[in-house]
């Protein structure tokens, strides 16, 4: 089973996948068929195939710019070097009140180590922690002066049992 068919198995996650969707990393399953799916591989169900998927060209993320009314991904954050700068694009990639949809392998309940195309160890207390004070207004740069707020977080949990290790993180443009 796909990371994405346990996230059709979750309604509380599936009542926000509504509208001009776009499925970021999707792999060959996507969230919806009628989803937008980029991913690095040409794989059945991918829309776009991008090669560098943490370094879209410019051209194609000005013609995404406010579209969406969600951004979905699936296992694909723990890919990247630099996950602020990807969850920042997705905003720019989400239309006014449009929400990010994000589910990922929990370290606490998976062995990121034993991956080698996982750059991080997340897990989903500190990933909380990491994305209130980077995207939700309550960090501060070092001069004191608060974080810009990108998104309220509607909702999250964890979805952990047989087969099942990951979290999910839902926030909405503010």
């Not at 690095?40 to 194609?60: F, M, N, S, W």
């Not at 602020?84 to 905003?91: D, F, I």
């Amino acid at each position: 089973m796909s990371e994405t068919a346990k996230v059709r198995e979750l309604p509380h996650v599936m009542n926000y996948i509504k509208g001009e969707v776009l499925d970021y990393g999707c792999g060959g399953d996507k969230i919806t068929p009628t989803a937008l799916g980029l991913d690095g591989r040409a794989l059945p169900g991918v829309d776009i195939v991008v090669p560098d998927l943490e370094h879209p060209t410019g051209d194609l993320i000005l013609e995404l710019v406010h579209r969406f009314d969600v951004v979905y991904s699936s296992h694909f954050l723990e890919h990247t070097l630099n996950p602020r700068e990807m969850v920042r694009m997705w905003y720019e990639l989400l239309a006014r009140n449009g929400k990010l949809v994000l589910y990922l392998p929990d370290g606490d309940y998976y062995s990121n180590e034993g991956n080698p195309e996982h750059m991080l160890d997340i897990k989903y207390k500190e990933f909380l922690f990491w994305f209130r004070r980077n995207f939700c207004g309550e960090g501060k740069n070092y001069k004191g002066e608060h974080l810009p707020k990108f998104f309220n977080i509607r909702t999250h949990g964890m979805d952990v049992g047989d087969d099942r290790y990951s979290f999910y993180v839902i926030a909405q443009v503010v």
